[in-house]
């Protein structure tokens, strides 16, 4: 039997849903990105790490010519397997009729199903609660099913979902968050070569999540237009200079040499992506010779450009920001995640921590790194 609480609560709801126990559990970690954000999907530079929190999903047969699944926040959805396309509507249930989706297209037969998900991580907070439960509900089917795929595969095909099922044009870093990580580093992603390597973190300081207490949803959100203009940008680019396929071909010094030319926003958008590139390379440097005093300068920068190159920011996250800088406590803070909303991440010594939330008005989020996603039959 499970013995950890998070696999308990799973299989115990799956019992009240189902009246069986499952054959399978799986667990994907949510994420917080120490920096590079809004890069994954313009072939960018990426930080993330895998955090304690996850979704749960356990797994097991289903009787009739249905896959059915539950979710602890939720509800029930439900499609026939004969059906060609399992999508069932709008919502959570896209994520998983997408996963289901995509795993036939990789040619696998998927046989009825009953499937229970539970999760701790916080929705609409910037957390990658969304590929937490792509990722967890394609290793159940997968294991269950007893066939095994790359986890680059499983991770292209979660981020298919939640593109073309969901609607969101994100990147890859969500899903490659959850399937790679490790306890007590980061994960340094090439977006454009999809190669990664681990970082380590220095657990004398933690990240501190703080709540604007604005929810955000990135489909309803500026999330797509910002998707869009930087379509636009790198479009504009490319028709005058056929060298330059992705903003990794293009050089600051020529970005400002267009300055003028260019539309004043798609300008702000190119910078913003070509300056987090440089930050993040920095931030990985700054982490391997623990030097925590630069990661936050580097954290503080990349919240001014988002807020003012990037347009992402709310008043909310810039007053949280602002109480941040000026704070002796908390060495860095930025918005977090796509923006509009969500948290604030901040890099604080674990002495510190207290004060900070005293000076924060509020008891934010420790957040602890954890492994990376995992499947096992029981």
Known sequence: MPTRTSDRTTVQQY????????????????????????????????LPMSIERCVMAACGPSKGNTIRWYSDRYGCAEFDVKASDPYVGTGWTAYVAGVIAGIRDQGIQIPPLNIAITSDIPPGKGLSSSAALEVAVALSILEYVDVPLEPVVIANLCREAENHYVGVPCGIMDQYAALFGICGHAVFIDCMSGDFQHIPVDDSFVFVLYDSEEERALVSSGYPDRNRECREALAWFADR????????????????????EIPEVLFRRTLHVLTENRRVLKTVSALNRRDDSTV????????????????????SLDNLVKKAWESR??????????????????????????????????????????????????
């Open 329 to 378: 406590y908390i060495c860095g803070a930025r918005l977090h995640g796509g923006g509009f909303g969500g948290y604030t991440i901040n890099l604080i010594p674990q002495k510190n921590v207290s004060r900070a939330h005293e000076i924060m008005g509020q008891n934010g989020i420790e957040v602890r790194s954890g492994k990376g996603a995992e499947s096992w039959r029981i």
């Open 241 to 260: 200079e056929t060298t330059i396929l992705s903003f990794r071909d293009l050089e600051i010094s020529r970005l400002f040499e267009h300055r003028g």
């Open 296 to 315: 936050g300068r580097l954290l503080f920068q990349s919240h001014r450009s988002l807020a003012h190159n990037f347009g992402v920011s709310t008043q």
């Open 15 to 46: 019992v009240k849903v189902f009246g069986d126990y499952p054959a399978v559990l799986a667990r994907a970690p949510g994420r917080i990105n120490i920096i590079g954000e809004h890069t994954d999907y313009n072939d960018g530079l990426v």
